[in-house]
């Protein structure tokens, strides 16, 4: 899943001016920079043609921290899609709100230097550079869209099942093409370690099934055991044309999977 509201961040979302403008510092500038052209060095050959084309919509600046209009604009004419600002971290309330009108949150902060690597909070470089050039995709946006909507309505412990889903599709989700396998996961593209690692021979992989992956236990803090493949985008588009809450009734009948992983305390 995304976002919850249970603990506390260290990060604090920068507030825009009354010109709507969100100044960042040089050294924030530098981050981003760094992040950026690092994955821009990974992700041809790895990223699926979908991810890249909306890369190239976007036209990401490489010296500094986009601006969300920057960002909306473009999503608003591909797909009717925009950004909007978000604290740190939001509940399941917000989040699924937001999704279900269509506007993606993102946090305005960036890592810090001494979290370079990996941090638990999803910052304004995984939001944007890791999602939003899929929300150019009408399959995508479109699911990504429904889902806000179930989510909205779902039972708690309906949600905990819904977001196992989110996790192995817009987080961690791989795909089949006519050249080979493809990343189209936000928490992927954006992690050189899990890019280079998910498309190599340690992790297991599995042709994508809603029930499976709604069943499948996962840590956010470990490159994942399990990685479930999408034959075509298009398959995206038909969990928003299918019962999909009868899918999450089904998985919850039947309970998780073993986790592939030992518990977070014993690793």
């Known amino acids: 899943m995304k976002k919850e509201a249970k603990k506390a961040s260290k990060y604090v979302a920068r507030e825009p001016n009354e010109e709507g403008f969100i100044e960042y510092s040089d050294i924030e500038h530098q981050t981003w920079q760094r ?6 060095d990974v992700l041809p050959g790895r990223a699926c043609d979908e991810y890249m084309h909306g890369l190239e919509l976007l036209d990401l600046p ?17 797909t009717g899609w925009e950004v909007a600002r978000v604290p740190a971290l939001i509940g399941f309330e917000t989040f699924f709100g937001l999704l279900a009108d269509r506007k993606f949150p993102v946090a305005t902060f960036i890592r ?3 979290e370079f690597d990996y941090l638990q909070e999803p910052d304004i470089f995984h939001e944007i550079f890791g999602h939003c050039a899929m929300l150019t995709n009408p399959a995508f946006a479109n699911f990504t869209h429904k889902y806000g909507q179930l989510g909205l309505k779902a039972s708690p412990k309906e949600r905990a099942y819904l977001a196992r889903l989110y ?48 069943r499948t236990p996962y840590r956010i803090d470990i ?6 493949v999408l034959n075509s985008l298009q398959q ?10 009868a899918k999450v009734q089904e998985a919850i009948d039947m309970g998780l999977f073993e986790p592939r992983f030992p518990p977070k305390d014993a690793a």
């Open 112 to 114: 810090t230097p001494e």
């Open 35 to 40: 992040l950026i052209e690092r994955q821009l």
């Open 223 to 228: 490159v994942q055991p399990i990685y479930y």
């Open 167 to 214: 996790w192995f599709t817009v987080e961690f989700g791989l795909l089949n093409t006519a050249d080979g396998l493809r990343i189209y996961g936000g928490g992927i593209l954006s992690s050189p370690k899990e890019t280079l690692y998910a498309l190599s021979n340690q992790p297991e992989r599995f042709d994508f099934d809603p029930v499976t992956a709604l």
């Open 62 to 78: 490489t010296d500094r921290i986009p601006q969300l209009e920057e960002v909306s604009s473009v999503l608003r004419r591909e």
């Open 236 to 245: 995206l588009q038909e969990l928003t044309e299918i019962d999909l809450m």
